[in-house]
């Protein structure tokens, strides 16, 4: 009997995950799984994600047997959900990326204990000034640091790699923002789960 071909399949993903997600595949040896990233920029118009979504699942489910969009919700209000069943996909739980890196229960107690929460990962940190500072304008504008952040009371980051740099770093954003701090090593948390648990069953 011919040997049965491995299941193809494709991880569709923010490219704000993208090392975070390859990580996780390089640590399990899945060379049988593809990743393809949307740009990161996204996280900043997050009305323009299932639209993204949709474009490139037209154009991947005919050649994946299994695919997982790596995005929660993200901002789309309830909109990319539907749109990744339609084509028969699977997507990450949660409303954001942080709340699938924290974990629902730390998420959320993290949440009821302060709604005015500013939450940075290692991406965000890393790319702070483009993703955040130029991209609102407080580069040229500073007068609006308030207009955005006025209600808000603290950072929290949420941090993927044990790197004290980047520590240093996040507190640094928070100083600029003129907010409180607080670091939680969360590592990869419930992402790396619903990965796994997506490869595990696609075998």
């Not at 997982?68 to 069943?85: F, K, Q, R, S, W």
């Not at 084509?87 to 954001?96: D, K």
Request: with cysteine.
């Amino acid at each position: 009997m011919p040997e049965a071909r491995p299941p193809r399949v494709l991880v569709l993903a923010c490219g704000a995950l993208a090392r975070e997600i390859r990580d996780v595949g390089v640590a399990n040896g899945w060379d049988h799984v593809d990743l393809e990233c949307l740009p990161a920029t996204l996280h900043n118009t997050p009305q323009e994600i299932p639209d993204a979504v949709d474009h490139r699942l037209q154009q991947a489910t005919s050649r994946y047997d299994r695919i997982l969009v790596g995005y929660a919700d993200c901002g789309t209000g309830g909109l990319l959900e539907p749109i990744v069943a339609r084509h028969g996909a699977e997507m990450l739980p949660g409303a954001h990326c942080y709340e699938f890196f924290a974990g629902h229960e730390l998420f959320a107690a993290l949440h009821e204990a302060e709604l005015g929460t500013f939450y940075l990962t290692d991406f965000l940190v890393k790319h702070f000034d483009r993703m955040v500072w130029r991209n609102l304008g407080l580069d040229r504008h500073p007068e609006l640091l308030d207009v955005y952040f006025g209600n808000y009371r603290k950072v929290v980051y949420l941090s993927q790699l044990a790197d004290g740099a980047l520590v240093e770093r996040a507190n640094l954003c928070a100083e600029r923002l003129g907010l409180a701090f607080e670091h939680r090593h969360v590592a990869y948390g419930e992402m790396e789960i619903h990965l796994k648990r997506f490869v595990e069953d696609a075998a």
